[in-house]
């Protein structure tokens, strides 16, 4: 559908820019952010580096792990060592406060307006920023859920208890072996509730979450949608930056506004709508907040 022409807009500054996004807020009759992982590392959750060597320079040296990402795939030897990991995985991205002002600042920009938020990110990190949780769609799991890896029935399950145990009484990058969660119908062990496969469980709050996300695109349809995306890669182009092009394109009252350290351009064939700012994400928003 889309060209492999890319527009920048290089031309602008970036204080141009930061006035226009600002204009665009200020017009828009609703925004729809979609988020990517760029948002959270910008916000301090990264997955490499000081931080990963802080949390798991054990696993590291043992495992030859490089980075937080690859760590949640290693085939560990036994679940105690899997859930190890996992606990601590879990943990420090989704337990603990966010480190940046990041999400904060984003809801400050948009609070005032009609908004929905989808996202690939399931740090939870927008509902500890005080966003409405009706306005969300996590649409590839949350790390403070399980569910049985079989799995023999769609449901999830809060596993913020059991992964504080797991944390306290962990030694030697193993837990005990009693900690370890068994689905309670089938028996099965338990797995994260992420989309990796085939198996990741949509339960009834995941697709509740899915109506509404729905019923305000319907609601919004040919009005002056601002399409928001905050550090989305190419990992999942197929949930949020294919069709956020799509709908922008589709709409001449609708912009699109691509924010991305590294990866900020829009098709050419919107390019009239777009608005492409290669910076970090937490400085344009402290800009224009």
């Given amino acids: 559908m889309f060209s492999k022409i890319w527009t920048k807009k290089s031309t602008e500054s970036y204080s141009q820019q930061i006035e226009q996004l600002r204009a665009e807020l200020q017009q828009a009759d609703a925004v729809l952010i979609g988020a990517g992982s760029g948002l959270s590392a910008s916000a301090g959750f990264t997955y490499s580096g000081e931080r990963f060597q802080k949390y798991f320079g054990d696993f590291a040296e043992k495992y030859g792990i490089r980075d937080m990402y690859s760590g949640g795939f290693y085939p560990y030897s036994s679940l105690e060592e899997y859930w190890a990991w996992w606990s601590r995985h879990i943990y420090y991205n989704r337990y603990v406060d966010i480190p940046k002002p990041t999400y904060q600042k984003l809801l400050e920009i948009v609070k005032d307006k009609d908004y929905f938020v989808l996202t690939t990110n399931v740090d939870h990190c927008f509902q500890k920023a005080g966003f409405d949780k009706e306005k969300l769609f996590y649409t590839q799991g949350d790390y403070g859920l399980w569910q049985c890896s079989d ?23 193993r837990i005990p072996s009693e900690l370890v969660p068994h689905c309670s119908v089938c028996g099965k ?10 198996t990741f469980v949509q339960d009834e709050g995941w697709y509740a979450a899915q109506d509404r996300y729905t019923d305000f695109l319907h609601r919004h349809k040919g009005l002056r949608v601002l399409y928001l995306e905050l550090g989305v890669g190419a990992n999942t182009p197929v949930i949020i930056k294919y069709p956020f092009w799509k709908m922008t394109a589709g709409n001449p009252k609708a912009s699109y ?10 098709p050419r064939e919107i390019r009239d709508s777009a608005l492409c700012i290669e910076n970090d994400i937490g400085k344009v928003l402290n800009d224009v907040a």
């Fill in 151 to 173: 799995p023999c029935h769609e449901k999830t399950y809060d596993n913020k208890e059991t992964v504080l145990q797991m944390l306290k009484e962990q030694s030697d990058m």
């Fill in 257 to 266: 506004v691509c924010i991305n350290y590294q990866e900020a351009y829009a």
């Fill in 189 to 198: 062990p338990m797995t994260m509730n992420l989309r990796c496969d085939n």
